[in-house]
Structures are given as structure tokens and as C-alpha cells.
């Protein structure tokens, strides 16, 4: 069933799949965007810059460059709040970007304005403030409208190769799903629509929309743990609220947008901060939650993954030779355990660890350690304590199946156990596993005997990942470091 949505070609370049058999994925308008604005900023303050020189050029050589830099970054930061003002990064126009010189000598006049009105000493002669706002301008106006010109020519050109389009799936097949299917595949709408699905059989709740009816939940979940969807639009009537409801509970554990069409949306539009509503079209939604890590979430962690994990595996390098040949003297077997655990999106992956017990295993019967687990060597017992038996987990996030920062990865087995006990445990899978996690700085370490101290490890898992950012990630990492490697539940 999954395989119609691939032939259907209505996802194009922004569902191509990779190698690895995850899709390719597309480019963030808002950090495309963001870069965009960077260089307006960086335009305003190199006119500032110029400017400067010219006063220097015309004899003044007792031009204050500190007050000049302070005074052009602060204008520059007005000049971008009044172009943001005017419309000039709106997402949805990224594939024909505003050049309009005349709004930007506005918000060059503005900024230079008000600047001017909070009394900041200028950095030259008040003879040669003339020529400084002049050649400001000037240079200003030239710098940004060049860099929205060259912008416009890149954005269009990957607009035309579809570098942006959302990738969005339906959930329904209704009348309402007719509806919210006519405003996806609109004109300018900028979507790759990945298919409709729904789990009703009757010939009328099925009508071939779209590209027709591509499978039903089941489909739906494994094409999103591919990474080919972006965005889920349930779009059921409203006297389906029990299995809307259902459903958005099957498909939170996707690392994608999740939407309900509502009638009462439409009508809060105008006050989605407050109720979490958003349009698409004329089309209400009700929105469930946002894409985990998307915009500039996604390159900072790999970013701070990568970086950090390189320099930490430079300074572990003679604490694991030497765990290693103690590993190799107090018992035989391999120095490192490999163990299948599932990563984003429950793709599977080979974790490592070094060996701390005279066991490795790996299968459908996998024992948890306990404090006085028989199993544990002598070594292995300081390993497990320390969490130095974690170390060789820095390889397997500078290849990109792991992040320093995550929920924990857990034998498969036990993965497909307190999945059928916990509602919400799949939903772990929407990031990256960690080497240390929120759970683990707040004492939900070693051994899980109960479902109780599952839920509470997976609630804190869940609140790490709706309220990620890098100050998070920089906190759990200290914590790590302070409290994390002598746990009194570490085993």
C-alpha cells in the first residue's frame, strides 16, 4: 500500500529517498529566511563601515571606530525590525523575495532615525556627519538590494526544484478531506502532498482524491518513520471525535507537525498564540504539536553532536585504552558489546558499549542488570557505576545514530515490551537516543522493574523533547558531568 505513494510521483524531489532508505529532507524556509535577513543586517552594517572611511578619506583622523561599530549594529538591528515590519521575510513568499528599494531607504531612514533620536554620539565630527549618513545610506541601499536580488535568484531557482515544499499527508477521505486536498495541490501552495490515508472501507468514505487512498493508519505510520512527511493533516468529520482523537494519539510518535481540521479553528485564527491555531488556506487547524528539531533545531544538534563528541572522544581515547586492557585482564571475551537498539524513528542501529558483563546479549531474552547481578564482572561493576562503560557510544554519534543528548535506547525486546504496556513510549523515537538524557540527570537510571519507573523515565524523555534548545542540551551535559557518572541507582 505504501509503495502507491511513491508512485504516484506527487511527492517529487522533496520525497526522494536516500541510500539509507530515509528520504531526503527539505530545506527550512525560516533558516533560508534567517540567512536572508543576515545579509540585509550585514548590508546596513557595511554601509556603516563605508561610511566611516569615507569621513576618514575626507581628513577626519580622530574618528571613533568602537562608537561607529556600536552605533552601525544597533542601527542595522533597526533597519531589520523594520523591514521584518514591512514584510520582507514572510515565509510564505521565499520564492519571490521583496527587493522594492524604496521600503528599504524607508527602513534605512527609520533606523537611522531613530538612532539619531536616542542620542548615541555619532564616532566622527558633527562637520562630517553629513558625509557619514550619506555614504550610509547609499552604500546601504546598494548592499541590500543586491543581496535581495541574489537572493531572490537562488530561492527561485530551488523553489523551481521544490527544495521547499512541505511535505504533507492526509488522514481521512471524506468530504472534508476533498476540501483540505483541493488546498494542498492549489497553486503557490508550495506542498508535496505524500497521499491520503484512511482505515474505512465503504466505497463512499474512500473516493479516490488526490492521488487516491494510499493505505491506512499502518501505511501512514511506516511512511513517516521513512522521514518522507513533514506535516499530518487529520481531516475527519466532526462527529468522529473518539477516532480523531485515537488516531492523533497513534501518530504522535511521528517526528512530524500533527493537525486536526476543525470548524472552530478557522474562526481562532487570529488568536493561534493563544490557542495554538493555524490555517492552511481557508481551512482551519488545530494544531497538536510541531516537527521535533526542525529550522535551526536540526544544525545546531548536529552541530553540538558532532563537535563535542569529536573533542570528547580526543580526550577519552587514553581513558578507554586503558578500560579496555582492564576489560581484556579480568575476564575473557570481546572488549565492546554490540547491541541492537532502535534510533530515530525506530530504525534500528548497532549500539556500543564495553563489555561489563560475561554475557552479550542480543536477542529476544535480554535481562536487565541488577545491584547484585552475578553476570557483572569486577571491572565491568566500576564500568556500569561509573558510566565509563558508555564511551564507545562517541562513535556511534559522530556516525549520526546517536546524539549526546537524548532518551536512552533500549534493547529491542524490551522496546516491543513496554511498548504494548505505555501509550505514549513510542513517541521516544522522534529524536535521536542519547548518551544521557533528562530522565537520567533527574535519577531515572539503571534497572526498570515496574511500568511506574518506565512512565516516569518516558514522561521526562517526552518533556525533553517538546521543549528541546541548546541551553537544554548545555544543562543536561553539566549535569552529566557533576552527578550523572556516580548515580546511586547507576548498576
Known sequence: MVGRVADTGVLGAAGEMLPSGRAAQP???????????????????????????????????????LQLIQVGLLTSLFCYLALRHFGFYHLDRIH???????????????????????????????????????????????????????????????????????????YGTGALAERITDTLLGPGQQI????????????????????????????LIALGRTGAIDQI????????????????????QL?????????????????????????????????????PLADWGRYLKSVEDYVIASLALVVALPVMLVVAIAIKIDSPGPVLFRQRRHGLNRRV???LKFRSMTVTENGADVRQATRTDARVT?????????????????????????SLIGPR????????????????????????????GWAQVNGFRGPTETADKMADRVACDLVYIDRWSLWLDLKILALTVLVGFRHKNAV
Not at 42 to 64: E, H, K, P, S, Y
Not at 243 to 248: I, L, Q, S
Not at 381 to 387: G, K, V
Open 27 to 65: 530545506r527550512s524556509r525560516r533558516v533560508a529566511m534567517d540567512i536572508v535577513a543576515f545579509g540585509d543586517v550585514l548590508g546596513c552594517f557595511a554601509g556603516g563601515l563605508a561610511g566611516g572611511a569615507a569621513v576618514v578619506w575626507r581628513g577626519d583622523t580622530d574618528v571613533q571606530w
Open 96 to 170: 519571490k523575495i521583496a527587493i522594492k528599494p524604496h521600503y528599504v531607504v524607508a527602513a534605512l531612514g527609520l533606523a537611522m532615525l531613530t538612532m539619531y533620536g536616542l542620542g548615541l554620539p555619532h564616532g566622527t565630527r558633527v562637520d562630517h556627519a553629513r558625509t557619514w549618513y550619506g555614504v550610509w545610506m547609499l552604500t546601504s541601499v546598494a548592499a541590500i538590494v543586491a543581496n535581495r536580488y541574489f537572493a531572490r535568484n537562488v530561492m527561485t531557482a530551488l523553489t523551481r526544484q521544490g527544495a521547499f515544499k512541505m511535505r504533507v499527508a492526509l
Open 192 to 219: 508535496a502532498f505524500a497521499g491520503a490515508f484512511d482505515d474505512r472501507a465503504a466505497p463512499e468514505r474512500s473516493a479516490n482524491i488526490g492521488p487516491g487512498a494510499c493505505g491506512g493508519l499502518d501505511d
Open 233 to 252: 493533516i487529520i481531516a475527519l468529520p466532526q462527529s468522529a471525535d473518539r477516532r480523531t482523537a485515537d488516531v492523533a494519539r497513534r501518530l504522535e
Open 255 to 291: 517526528p512530524v507537525s500533527l493537525h486536526i481540521v476543525t470548524h472552530i479553528a478557522g474562526d481562532l485564527v487570529d488568536a493561534a498564540a493563544m490557542h495554538h491555531v493555524s490555517a492552511l488556506g481557508n481551512v482551519g487547524l488545530l494544531d497538536i504539536k510541531t516537527k
Open 349 to 351: 542501529i548497532e549500539v
Open 378 to 402: 569486577k571491572v565491568g561493576n566500576f564500568l556500569r557505576r561509573s558510566s565509563l562503560d558508555e564511551l564507545p557510544q562517541l562513535i556511534n554519534v559522530l556516525r549520526g545514530e546517536m
Open 409 to 436: 535506547p533500549h534493547a529491542l525486546v524490551h522496546d516491543d515490551h513496554y511498548g504494548e504496556m505505555l501509550e505514549r513510549y513510542a513517541n521516544r523515537h522522534q529524536v535521536k537516543p542519547g548518551m544521557t
